[in-house]
Structure formats: structure tokens, C-alpha cells
């Protein structure tokens, strides 16, 4: 076999598996990778992944646990320095976004209003099985793997 | 003869050694008192330990964001309490968010107490 053959055959094998991957995980999102980060966020919600929010926002979420959307997360300074260094090199800036003045929660952002609107934000606090808007796997089964499809 | 400096260290040890004993005297009522009633001075959103906990401690929990708490009861969850830095990590916050303090070692030994009774 020709080397060009060879290598033909790879990049397909490369493009049509990366193809059936996208296929299989529509809507999906990495999910967190870092085991401090996903045993510490993930004992009292899912361990969001970083993409979720933009670096900022992470930053000023981890520069007060203490006061943690109304409860104290707080952590000892080294598990909140690894925490905190996954999150914001695993994401980035995001287009309207004020870099001084962060959301500080997900459900804020655009992409999620416009993804969940009243409706879906009735029926999330309405049932209790779902307790919250902020429970993705509440809707979505597979979001603690990074799938969000419906 | 023992040199008075061993001596006092020997009963400075006698006393530390004896603390806990003396503090260990956990009221499992108190901490049913403590566990079931309703606080101030903390987060608005968690008066109580029964906000998350539920006020069956043999009973599942749920988070604010909807997650579930494995039971609180040693009869119901043989891991709890196994793990004193994780017990005491939880103490910390949990405390801070419920009444806006630590709690005392007298108050967490009634809890204890308590959620190993029943």
C-alpha cells in the first residue's frame, strides 16, 4: 500500500469518526475533567463544565465560596486554587459579557435564556422532581456526561 | 521527685487529655433541638439543617439545586461520619450557613449524638 494510501485512509477513518462522534453527542458539552473540581462542585449541584460561563465569571464565583448563591461552600486556599485554575484555562471570554460586572450564574446567560424560557423555568420550579432551574439533569439525563440533547 | 516544670506539664497534659471527656458529655436531645429547629443569624435561604436534610434524617435530602443528600442517620448511612475532615469541613460550612457561625464542639457533639440514636 502506497503511502499515500495510507494516509488517505486514516484521515477518513479520522473524519467520519469524528463525524459519528458529533452525531451521537448532539448538544453535548465536555463535562469537567479535573477529579478535585468535579468531587467538590459536584457535592451539592452537577459539576457545571467550564464552557458554561466565561473566565470572569469564574473568577469572581471563586473569590467568594463563602457566600455560594446563599449557602458557605467555602474550601481550604490549595482545593480552591486547583479549582479555580481548571475552570478559567478551560474556558474563555464571551461576546456580551461586561468583564468588570460578570453573571455570576449560568441561568443568566443569553445562551441559556434563550435555550429555557418561562415556560421551561415554570415546569422546573414547579415540579419537584426538578426542584430547579439550575438542576440540568433534573431534564436532561445525560448532562453530568456533557449531554444536554433533550 | 518530679521537677515542678514536669510537673505542670504532666497536669497540663492530664487536663488537655481530660477535655474531651469533659465536652464529650453529647446530649442527643440538645441535638435533635438543634437539628430540627429553625435559626437566625444565617443565610436567609437555610434557617434549619431540615432545609437540606429533611426533617427525617433516615431520609434522602435534596440540595438547593436539586441534588440528593444520602441520609444524615448512621442506621441509615453506614459512611457517615467515617471521615472526621470531611465531617468537620461540613460542620464549618453548614454552620455558617444555618445560624452565620461556627458551631461550638458542644453543639456538633449533640448532633453527632443525635443523627448515631436513631
Redesign the interface.
Known sequence: MSRLRVTLAAACTIAFGAAAFAEENEGGIMPVQDPTTQAEC?A???AYPPQLLPQESWHAIMADL??H??????LDPATARTIENYLVSNTGSMRGVDPANPPLRITEMNWFTHEHGQRLRNRAAGDSR???I??CV?CHGGAANGNFGD | MIPGTTRTALLLAMCIAGAPTLTAAADAAAGQAFFQGTHSGG????PSCTTCHTSDPRAMG??????PIDPMAASANPNRFTDPAKVEKWF???C??VLGRECTANEKADVLAYLKSI
Open positions: 459536584s451539592c449541584h452537577m463563602s457566600n448563591f446563599g449557602e458557605d461552600a467555602s426538578i426542584g430547579s439550575s438542576n433534573g | 443565610k436567609p435561604d437555610t435534596k440540595t438547593r439545586a436539586g441534588k464549618l460550612r453548614n455558617n450557613s
